[in-house]
């Protein structure tokens, strides 16, 4: 079972419009939600994260917002820009029981930005 | 520079010969973890290592693999007999215990390839 979900696989804009990249995740005992990014041939880059006491956590062009009674977190990325093209990964956190805090990763949304 | 270097970058092996794979973090990284990735997935999670003890191991990690990380250094994941199956791109990561919230630092990862 799919524990974080990224519906949508690809996602285009328009540059200097907003991005919005979106996570639905099942699992209540999530405590953090992590976004990272992914160029090809590189490994994923932490972008921005979020505590699950929150709902809105802001980075520059950067804002994730979480809707924790609809599990589901978004990303916003606003202007978007050529280079924040990309694969955007959902991930989210929870005790593994045995002293770490495993990641969990949805399957990736690949934005574009068209100049 | 990520702070996580891996090798070889590329590599690839006929089914049923051995390969291992190397991870350097950097010293501040306490906690360090193997994750697999193949094509239009998401990383998912092998095992995890606190220092030298590897305190948790995924059901994906089947006896073929072994993974070791002496002195709490660098780390190294052994696949034995490889089968095509085991294609995809192995990425290490280290994180800081006293700094989680800025997510795991990724490796640029190891592309296996398994003919």
């Known amino acids: 079972d799919q524990q974080v979900k990224q519906n949508s696989p690809s996602l285009s804009v328009q540059e200097g419009r907003i991005s919005i990249l979106n996570c639905d995740y099942t699992?209540?005992?999530?405590?953090?939600f992590l976004w990272y990014k992914k160029y090809p041939a590189e490994g994923p880059t932490f972008l921005i994260s979020i505590s699950s006491i929150k709902d809105k956590n802001e980075d520059g062009r950067f804002t994730v917002f979480l809707n924790k009674s609809a599990k589901h977190l978004s990303l916003h990325i606003v202007p978007s820009q050529p280079g924040d093209s990309a694969v955007y990964f959902c991930?989210?956190?929870?005790?593994?029981?045995?002293?770490?805090?495993?990641?969990?990763f949805g399957k990736g949304t690949k934005l574009s930005v068209i100049p | 520079d990520t702070g996580v270097s891996q090798d070889p970058r590329h590599k690839i092996t006929k089914r049923g010969q051995n390969v291992t794979f190397r991870c350097d973090p950097i010293s501040e990284h306490n906690r360090l973890y193997w994750y697999r990735q193949t094509l239009g997935q998401g990383p998912e999670f092998l095992t995890y290592f606190q220092n030298e003890a590897q305190l948790e191991k995924s059901r994906l990690l089947s006896d073929r693999f072994s993974a070791e990380r002496p002195k709490g250094s660098f780390s190294t994941l052994e696949i034995q007999r490889t089968e095509q199956g085991d294609s995809a791109m192995y990425l290490c990561a280290g994180e800081d215990g006293w700094r989680w919230n800025y997510g795991y630092t990724f490796g640029s990862g190891t592309r296996l390839t398994v003919v």
């Open positions: 991930a989210a956190r929870a005790y593994s029981g045995a002293g770490s805090y495993q990641l969990t």
């Open positions: 699992n209540s005992m999530f405590d953090y």
